[in-house]
């Protein structure tokens, strides 16, 4: 694969890991098209594995907590491009807060991926999102649907 075209796809794909936390950030549901394949497979401590983006995207409605924000913070992205998919992972550091308010949680995070190269550009195929610590204490209730 020649230079140019690696570096343009490890660029694509650490853009991706950013509009992942921008659309969980700004509760931006009806994007996740942008950044996930429609067979997304996604597993976490709080969701379990889930399949599918429509699955994906109501699981993420429902589980919004009203009046809470996030802020995610992703670091340490490391890519292995080959060919049409990739192996990406990452830590994350995601604030949980209400507004003008310090954080009542942080919680750090270690993310798996694999993404594909697909018509509109690298999306996730699958995510795997670990707790690795947690500061703090929940105090909220979900959002009633």
Request: proline fraction near 3%; charge should be negative.
């Amino acid at each position: 694969m020649p230079m140019d075209t690696l570096i343009a796809d490890r660029i694509e794909i650490a853009d991706l890991f950013s509009r992942f936390a921008l659309l969980l950030d700004e509760k931006r549901w009806d994007d996740a098209g942008t950044v996930f394949t429609d067979d997304v497979v996604g597993r976490s401590p709080r969701s379990g594995d889930i399949r599918g983006l429509d699955t994906l995207v109501a699981f993420m409605r429902q589980a919004e907590v009203e009046g809470e924000h996030t802020q995610h913070l992703t670091t340490d992205l490391l890519v292995d491009v080959r060919g049409d998919q990739a192996a990406a992972s990452a830590n994350s550091l995601v604030y949980f807060y209400r507004d003008g308010q310090a954080p009542y949680l942080t919680s750090g995070l270690r993310l798996a991926c694999t993404a594909v190269r697909t018509p509109a550009g690298w999306r996730l195929r699958e995510t795997s999102t670990s707790v690795v610590w947690m500061q703090g204490a929940a105090t909220f209730t979900t959002r009633s649907s």
